[in-house]
């Protein structure tokens, strides 16, 4: 998998070393584990979807890029991203909000001893503003727009990268960087994701 994600243009070794390292499949249900490793995107229950490993790759790699000690994820999933980003940053924030997968991905995190990550059950519109502010915010759903409360949680020169929904309807994987009060916007590939929903479902 790791080959063939350094095939697909990631260059970042540090997360392909920690992609290398760590198990994908225990990330899924038993009977879709034998596909772990390949490059696609599986279902997780709740209509949601463990991201493909090459867009993992690519958005840890653009946190890396920012040296950040802090970070918030929004969209815990399976937790796969989330386990990931932990290996390589500080301090780890994760909120999802369907608590079934709340709960599988809190288990995953304690058998895998990542001890820096915290989750929450929440909608994660809403940001973490206890632990505000972050370096980096990541999402990994779907936004047709920018809750506001995640843009003031960054620091100064932080950024926020997410899959932004354009007019037509089509997505891109966006980094918004914080410039003082001012947000720039830069777009940098299309990406499929499922949408950022209001909410939490107990
Ligand atoms: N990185 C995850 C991606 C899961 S799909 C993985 O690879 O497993 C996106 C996740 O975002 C879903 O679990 C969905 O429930 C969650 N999500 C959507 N809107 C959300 C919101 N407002 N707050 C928190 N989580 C949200």
């Known amino acids: 998998m790791v080959q063939r994600l350094h095939e697909q243009g990631i260059e970042d070794s540090l997360v392909l070393d920690i992609m290398a390292r760590e198990p994908r499949h225990l990330f899924l249900d ?17 209509a949601q979807t463990l991201s493909q490993p090459w867009i993992v790759a690519r958005m840890s790699e653009l946190v ?8 918030l994820e929004i969209g815990t999933g399976s937790g796969y991203q989330t386990l990931i980003l932990a290996r390589m940053v500080e301090e780890l924030w994760s909120v999802e909000r369907i608590n079934a ?6 288990k995953r995190m304690r058998l895998l001893k990542a001890h820096n990550v915290r989750l929450r059950l929440a909608d994660g519109g809403h940001g ?23 843009l003031s949680q960054l620091v100064e020169g ?13 997505q891109w994987l966006t980094r918004v960087r914080r410039c003082g009060e001012s947000y720039e916007h830069e777009r940098l590939e299309p990406v499929r994701f499922v949408p950022l929903l209001e909410g939490v479902i107990r």
């Not at 997968?101 to 809190?106: E, G, K, M, N």
């Not at 990268?161 to 354009?166: G, H």
């Open 101 to 106: 997968l709340h709960r599988q991905a809190a």
């Open 128 to 150: 973490w503003p206890e632990a505000a502010p972050f370096d980096v915010i990541l999402l990994t759903a779907c936004a047709s727009e920018l809750p506001e409360p995640l």
């Open 30 to 46: 038993e009977a879709l584990s034998h596909r772990a490793y390949e490059d696609t995107a599986l279902p997780i229950g709740h």
């Open 158 to 170: 932080g950024v926020l990268i997410a899959p932004l929904e354009a007019h037509d309807g089509s």
């Open 64 to 71: 890396h890029e920012q040296q950040p000690t802090r970070v």
